[in-house]
């Protein structure tokens, strides 16, 4: 393409940027040019990783000192020798192993649930037509407004008259789908999702679950993906109402950390530990499927 062909071209505009040899490129070309950080984006990206990734650092030497050492001022800051003697003794004491595994059902059970339950609302909110859509809607937003602490004494008088005191579906079951999860799905649907494609699978005779499963759930992937991650990590995290139906006989992880915290004396090296302990799951969470996150909310960029 010589120069005279690319500056006849009537889409390119008079103060389009230039190529090596003065010519004025194209649209196209120019959006697929990578664009080139400056030394301050490095610079702010280190800083910001390094402030994400010091109480990480912190906890991990807290934890491989002895309890004389983190109290003292100034406090150490490389690690010490006794990372495995606090980490064996914290999930000794804290009967980490039973708790690892009811966190992993009641995050993942919430997590799953809450993904399917949002993802069927949010279609039904952004691409379904009925009588009372909004106001419906604007009942569900309003929820997130009240406090959840309002709701402690009747949900604990609720659970106790179905029998699941101490139990895990006491846990599980009032949180099974989210208002913030509902509005999330709604949201990204309504954008990313066109009314042609569902048109065309009424017109293909597909009825409203056909077309969930077939249409709605391949585009809603990259929402999903987010939403069960931050619903996991938040369920994982969740201490108030577990510690209060749940006892040491049959904790979570944030309920079972809270035996290191007992007696007169409290070992901060090893509660430390435990903290660290509770943390490496969701860590590795997000080395295995962070990668995989990160790209479908790309791919849904992309083609949004």
């Known amino acids: 393409m010589t120069t005279d062909t690319l500056q006849a071209r009537p889409d390119v505009p008079h103060d389009a940027p230039k190529g090596r040899r003065g010519l004025r490129l194209p649209a196209a070309i120019r959006a697929g040019r990578q664009h080139h950080a400056g030394p301050a984006t490095y610079v702010l990206l280190t800083v910001a990783a390094v402030l994400s990734l010091f109480p990480l650092y912190w906890t991990m030497v807290a934890a491989s000192s002895d309890n004389t050492r983190v109290t003292q001022t100034p406090p150490p800051f490389l690690p010490g020798p006794h990372l495995f003697e606090n980490l064996g003794k914290a999930w000794q004491d804290a009967a980490l192993g039973k708790a690892m595994v009811n966190s992993l059902v009641v995050a993942g059970t919430i997590a ?12 039904a909110f952004a691409k379904l037509r009925f009588k009372g859509r909004n106001i419906l809607l ?22 106790t008259e179905l029998g699941w005191g101490q139990k895990l579906p006491a846990v599980i079951f009032p949180t099974l789908v989210s208002a913030v999860g509902v509005f999330f799905m709604r949201q990204y649907l309504a954008d990313a999702l066109p009314d042609e494609l569902v048109e065309a699978g009424r017109v293909d005779g597909a009825h409203s ?34 510690f209060i139906v749940l006892d040491m006989t049959n904790p979570t992880v944030p309920v079972a950390l809270t035996q290191l915290s007992a007696g007169y004396v409290r070992d901060q090296s090893l509660i ?17 499927f962070g990668r995989q996150i990160v790209g479908g909310i790309m791919q849904g960029a992309v083609k949004g």
């Open 209 to 242: 679950l056909r077309i969930f499963w077939s249409i709605v759930l391949p585009v809603a992937r990259p929402a999903m993906a987010v939403l069960f991650m931050i619903t996991f990590v938040h369920a994982w995290n969740d201490f108030f109402w577990p």
């Open 138 to 159: 604007m009942l569900v937003i309003g929820t997130m407004m009240v406090p959840p602490q309002l709701a402690v004494v009747p949900l604990f008088m609720m659970m």
């Open 272 to 288: 430390m530990a435990g903290a660290l302990l509770g943390t490496l799951p969701l860590l590795a969470m997000f080395i295995v």
């Open 112 to 123: 799953v649930s809450t993904v399917l339950f949002a993802t069927l609302a949010g279609f």
